[in-house]
């Protein structure tokens, strides 16, 4: 796999960069130079969200990148808070207004909402709206889990391009894949190089310390979190590791010009804990997770 081959073609024909640049809890005074490094290293893909604070940043970075506007995947997620058809809607003119663009690339629901599924349906069925509009070239979700995904197919006519979901070699959720790959969907990872098992104590440890992670990394003189993104991109998933360093964002993007053999890639499947670093999906609420969205 080539840095020049390294896109896949979703579900709508729509065609995404598989490795990405996330901006998860990069605070908005940070964001718009590394999104500016991020640009400079190589990425097209850079994954944001409304309830992240930091589009406006983005926006701003890929507007001073001197890159065309058709030459960055710009993918963005619905917060809770603006679940419902309408509201929706309006999330689409925030999310667009403070990018500073008039269409996005991919628009995703942030998570379910299983206290007020109706909420998720009529917020997905907005997307389905903005995607026939033409406002947004692909839609998708995050943090479904397969009922999720039976209970919405029911609902609603497009079958998401993505679903952006929690899968490092600590954690890969092979149920949400297979369900994922079942549908046609593509699986994409937030906390791809297992940060999260960096700063939550989940119990087991952090990745980047695995014995097997390191053998494999020495063994391809690369360092553990290349290995771990080579993986995903072997296994066909989409990832957005996400870092404010100019030194890690160039490491990360360095991940073409070597292969994981067989072993070393069932050795990495094989590492999975089953313990999830972040909020359960049924967990969530919006007495317990809505906040307020501002306006553009």
Do not use: C
């Not at 850079?46 to 309830?51: F, G, K, L, P, V």
């Not at 997620?77 to 500073?100: P, Q, R």
């Not at 994922?180 to 310390?209: C, E, N």
């Amino acid at each position: 796999m080539s840095e020049s081959n390294a896109n896949v073609d979703l579900n709508n024909g729509v065609r995404m960069p598989l490795l990405g640049f996330g901006v998860f809890q990069t605070p908005p005074d940070e964001t718009r130079n590394a999104v500016a490094e991020a640009l400079k290293t190589g990425y097209r893909l850079i994954d944001t969200a409304a309830a992240y604070g930091n589009e406006r940043e983005v926006g701003q970075a890929i507007a001073d990148s001197g890159l065309d506007r058709d030459e960055v995947f710009i993918e963005t997620k619905v917060w809770i808070s603006d679940f419902g058809y309408e509201e929706t809607l309006h999330a689409f003119d925030k999310s667009a207004g403070k990018l500073g663009v008039d269409h996005l690339d991919l628009f995703i629901l942030h998570q379910a909402l299983p206290t007020a599924f109706d909420k998720t349906i009529g917020a997905y069925k907005a997307l389905e709206k903005l995607l026939e509009d033409g406002k947004v070239r692909a839609i998708g979700v995050s943090n479904f889990m397969p009922d999720h995904l039976d209970a919405l197919a029911a609902e609603t006519t497009v079958v998401p391009a993505v679903n952006q979901v929690e899968v490092h070699p600590y954690f890969a959720q092979p149920d949400v894949q297979a369900a994922d790959a079942k549908r046609g969907i593509l699986t994409q990872a937030w906390s791809p190089i297992g940060g999260i098992t960096a700063y939550r104590d989940t119990g087991t440890g952090s990745v980047f310390d695995d014995p097997v992670i390191n053998a494999i990394a020495e063994a391809h003189g690369k360092s553990p979190a290349q290995v771990m993104l080579r993986w995903h991109l072997q296994e066909g998933r989409s990832a957005i590791p996400k870092s404010v360093k100019a030194h890690r964002i160039a490491e990360n993007f360095d991940v073409f010009d070597f292969e994981l053999t067989p072993d070393q890639a069932q050795a990495i499947d094989a590492l999975d804990t089953g313990v999830r670093g972040g909020p359960e999906p049924a967990d969530i609420t919006l007495e317990t997770f809505g906040r307020e969205i501002p306006e553009a």
